[in-house]
């Protein structure tokens, strides 16, 4: 009983809430030897990961965007300074903007596993319209990926800012793409 108590215990404080936001999960590390980290290296990886996947599919390169790295800067430092992790409001941009965040802890993880979070979310993705298009129900499970691989999008810029506990990482695109009722590609 007692050890059971305590177990309750220790798992009730491990990840104890952050001020407005939600209970805080502490990713384990493969290596304690933080993440390289530089604009030319998140614009090489962010590049590369999202190509990738679109190349898998046929589907031409996106081409970087120092304008839309810019607006994803000003987000990105935005969601650091506030500690809030949610998308910007819409509509961003003239035109449109698409948008895919990522956070976690301080340099934990490459750019390129960033990448890699969003494009393993084609595993669910299912050729229908927004917002069938996840064969798990919850469009969330694949909105980062559609973002990726919308046939129409060009443009890919993308930025990082960060504060003392955490990583926040924006992308921005042209055409946006996850438009209701049409499909990725």
């Known amino acids: 009983m007692r050890l ?5 215990l220790a798992a009730c404080s491990a990840a104890p809430e952050t001020e407005g936001g939600p209970e805080r999960v502490v990713e384990p590390r493969t290596s304690e ?9 998140l614009r090489e990886a962010m590049l590369a990961g999202q190509n990738e996947a679109r ?3 046929g589907l031409e390169p996106l081409s970087w965007s120092d304008g839309l790295a810019g607006d994803a800067r000003a987000y990105a430092e935005e969601l650091a300074r506030t500690r809030r992790f949610e998308h910007s409001a819409q509509p961003r941009g003239n035109p449109p903007q698409g948008e895919n965040l990522w956070t976690g802890t301080r340099r934990a993880y490459s750019y390129s596993e960033m990448v890699g979070h969003w494009v393993a979310e084609g595993r669910y993705y299912r050729p ?17 990926y559609t973002q990726i691989v919308w046939r129409a999008t060009r443009e890919v810029g993308c930025a990082e800012a960060h504060n003392r506990t955490d990583d926040y990482v924006v992308c921005r695109y042209l055409p946006a793409g ?7 590609y």
Do not use: C, K, Q, W
């Not at 229908?128 to 980062?144: A, I, K, T, W, Y």
């Open 55 to 57: 190349a898998r599919l």
């Open 33 to 41: 030897t933080p993440a390289p980290r530089g604009a030319s290296l």
């Open 4 to 8: 059971a108590l305590l177990l309750l």
């Open 128 to 144: 229908l319209p927004v917002p069938e298009s996840s064969s798990s129900g919850r469009f969330g499970d694949v909105g980062h």
């Open 178 to 184: 996850n438009i209701l009722g049409e499909v990725a």
